[in-house]
């Protein structure tokens, strides 16, 4: 049996699984001494003191940085109990360890996803932002000091909260040349802001969402709330994979012209909760055939619709079916449900059968890259 | 460094585009190839720019089978002309290679083989070949047991029976 010298290994244990890392450190010395510091390739941490404390040591860490490929930052299950929010109060570690290990990025040459999941903000205890708040703060303020990473492919900005920290005028810059993006916002404290939540998506969500315009192959863009976000003039030459949540399709987000616009790529749409507007003349039936005719690569279509039984239910038929239009008004809206939406239901069984259809005859179009996850 | 022996020039012709190489393998089997088959290796390459420094052409004298031998030929005859990312990085932008589907089956043989023609590839720096052996490796070794890839991989156990059963003890530090 020939034996491998020392760059053979280290070559073939680069491509072994992360999951079989672990029986491989006891194969020999050698072994576990190349497979260790590849264990690390996958980062996972949450927004205790402790593990961000530990996410910032890892990536100081030259042995390890160097394999390090994603990194994944979490909010902790459940919500903060009061000792904790005591804790929290004047806590502001979580936060300068968390920006010093996001500052550590660019030494990390071979990270291809960063995701953070940005815990939604409290108030702490005297009215002062609580440590999830300061997280995020940090999370922001580290990746607007940061210029583009070249091997960063994929980034997930989770529970944005629509706050000033997101109008950086440099924060655009780490976007750019991304294959992946997701972004979830979130308006936390309805009633803080003067101006209207479409405003404020307007304001920070757009600037990222043109960044990387370019190389974007798949977007995910979630809302917490039914919006307004102008979509018309966006587009991403390399866009296979969308998925909108939350988003009005009406003529003020230009939101249908904008998934047509992306016609010759496009292979997968997801529409979570997206509603047009109450009255509006151009219903689902109508966008759905529109899709069913334009959208020729699409392979995968999934439509979730909102559908939220409330107290009068009994009493109110229609509130027992998916609210699929909306009133807005000032950022604010309420869904509706018409007498008759049997049309809009076939139209979508017309679209996910000229999908169906597509997708079981081969066609031509094969994607670059499979959605939602990066390499 | 390999040996390198004289050899006269009626045996190995040296004029026109597709110039032919001695190869010698470790069982002295002679094999004759064209340059242009052998040029995706590194080392190869280099031995030949010293042939033109010194105008002399030698046979090479590699440190493997005539069977591994002709397994490499056989890979570099395939790819012959190709552009593949890892053997020439700095001809096109960065990206990634196709998946070779080819090289799937070409390295579809036992593990010993498996073994013999990554190292050979390693010699010849052949990085495309290194690639392709050393994703196939990984996919035996994945799934298995830590004994199993012992046996894959061809390495023995040097913990001692304390350290084996106690895992925290390996490389912690």
Known sequence: MPRLPLELLMHIVDLVPTEDLLPLRGVSWLLCA???????RVLRHTNTLRSTIALSHL???TDIRQYVQEVHYT??????SIDELEQDRGNSEVGTHLFHALQLLPQLPVLHTLSLNLAQPYNGLNGQLGCCSIGQLAAVDA????????????????????HDIYSHPRLPNFLCGLTHLRLSAIDPLPGLYSTPVFERVGLYIQPLLRAAADTLVSLTLHFQDD?????AMLRYPHLEHL???????CAETGAEAFVLAHAPTLVSLSLTKCKTLYRSPRGWAQIYDTFSEGLGSLREVAVEEDWAPCAWSELYPLAKRPARRVVMYAGASVGYCSEDE???VRGLDRLTESCRA???SGGLHTPTVPAWTAF | MPTIVSVDDSTVPGEGSSRLLLLVSSDNKHIVVEEDIMSRSRFISKQVEGFEATSQRHAILLPFSSFVLNKVIEYCSHYRGYYLLEDDPDAAPPGRSPVREWDQEFLDVDRNMLLRIIKAAHYLEIKSLVGSCARAIADMIRGKTTEEMREILGVENDFTPEEEHSPSSKCTG
């Open chain 1, 143 to 162: 990746l607007a000091q940061l210029d583009t990473i070249p091997t960063l492919r994929s980034l997930t900005l989770d529970n944005i909260f629509l």
């Open chain 1, 59 to 61: 990536l100081e860490t």
């Open chain 1, 34 to 40: 190349i497979a260790t510091p590849r264990a690390f």
């Open chain 1, 75 to 80: 909010n902790r299950p459940g919500l903060p």
């Open chain 1, 342 to 344: 049997g049309e809009d």
């Open chain 1, 358 to 360: 597509r997708a079981s």
């Open chain 1, 227 to 231: 919006t307004l976000i102008d979509l």
């Open chain 1, 243 to 249: 998925s909108l949540q939350n988003v009005v399709f």
